[in-house]
């Protein structure tokens, strides 16, 4: 009889041990290369600059990733991840020890569900629909901002059912670690103004066999003193077409600035008020698998801003060599284009104020960039 007992104490805490099985798994990404841009501001004038940039292909950052299966199908899940650069050993995203992602929440058959700091939906959005796959140098992320955009603050949810993927995100301030301007605002969580800072979002994303398919709606309160209400809203329509080797991507976001806020690029070169409050951004691209080994991509974002000419165009040729699973080298070639005054540098928009990109006045920019790319 004690031997029986003996034995079912045994199995009892051998089942107890199955259910608390836990992981946590160190990944990461350092990213390096070499790279020219022609017209560069300068207090003299407009230069060439060639330079050793991080994070061409991938932002460098290294993480910690855990799970527990906590029984009945529910797991206990956190990510803390930290963005660097690898020519300074500067931490990113403003200095912040983890500003790429810091989250903890459960997981079970019916999604993920998480608090923390975030990837916002319009970020996993363009990493699915953007040809370049939202490269921190030479893509989408250029002419739209919020493509790499993250979200203090925030409850995130993420959905799978069968090829059907749901995110909805809800911040109460988005943007309280980071610097404040009329573009993104830095307040939030105040007693008696719970709106200021707040950022929401909704998308559905399909994937069935070769195409996919996606939409999503963004509003986020950039207020901050002076501008309590001041708003931005966007939307976006995506697909995917797969066929043999080769990818096709086309996409269409639709953005509109209000109650005092600015649009990222709407302001012309050397000037000091915004000339577009609305935008429509379309892009295009193929990626085309050459060997096992070898990719190349290529697309092409155009920008036009309402009620103005200075519509921007940019252009994106990439290749990509990959020696293993874990390591690559790429040579990406770019150029931006711009009209009848629009300020956009191929890191974003240098109009005056905007904090984007670099490019001198409404000049067009060249840039090329080799690097390697290591993954861990």
Do not use: C
């Amino acid at each position: 009889m004690k031997m029986k007992l003996f034995a079912a104490a045994v199995a009892a805490l051998a089942a107890g041990g199955a259910y608390a099985q836990s992981s946590v798994t160190l990944y990461g990404v350092v990213d390096a290369g070499i790279e020219y841009q022609n017209h560069q501001p300068n207090v003299a004038g407009s230069h060439d600059v060639v330079r050793l940039t991080s994070g061409n292909m991938s932002g460098s950052r290294w993480g910690l990733r855990g799970v527990e299966d906590l029984g009945g199908g529910l797991k206990g899940v956190f990510v803390l991840e930290s963005g660097f650069s690898v020519d300074t050993g500067v931490s990113g995203q403003s200095n912040r020890l983890f500003g790429r992602q810091a989250f903890v929440g459960v997981q079970s058959q019916f999604g993920t569900l998480t608090l923390g700091r975030h990837q916002t939906p319009f970020y996993d959005f363009g990493l699915a629909f953007d040809p370049m796959a939202i490269s921190t140098n030479y893509s989408i992320t250029s002419q739209g901002t919020e493509f790499q955009s993250r979200a203090d603050n925030s409850v995130k949810y993420i959905g799978t059912f069968g090829g059907l993927t749901t995110q909805l995100l809800y911040s109460t301030g988005s943007n309280t670690g980071g610097a404040a301007s009329a573009y993104q605002g830095n307040a939030g969580e105040l007693a008696g103004n719970y709106h200021t800072g707040r950022e929401y979002s909704a998308s559905v994303v399909y994937n069935g066999g070769p195409f996919s398919l996606g939409v999503i709606y963004d509003e986020t309160n950039v207020g901050i003193v002076g501008t309590p209400d001041a708003k931005i809203r966007r939307a976006s329509a995506a697909g995917t077409y797969a066929f043999g080797p080769a990818k096709v991507f086309a996409g269409y976001r639709y953005a509109k600035a209000s109650d005092g806020a600015l649009l990222p690029g709407g302001t012309l070169a050397g000037a000091t008020a915004p000339v577009s409050d609305r935008s429509n951004l379309y892009w295009a691209g193929v990626g085309y698998q050459v060997t096992p080994a070898l990719s190349l991509t290529g697309a092409a974002y155009y920008q036009d801003f309402r009620n103005t000419g200075a519509d921007p165009w940019t252009f994106v040729v990439s290749t990509d060599y990959a020696f293993s699973k874990r390591t690559d080298a790429y040579l990406n070639l770019a150029y931006a284009k711009n009209k009848d005054g629009s300020a956009l540098g191929l890191s974003g928009s240098g109009a005056a104020g905007s904090g984007f990109g670099a490019t001198n006045g409404s000049a067009n920019q060249f840039g090329a960039v080799v690097g390697v790319r290591h993954k861990f």
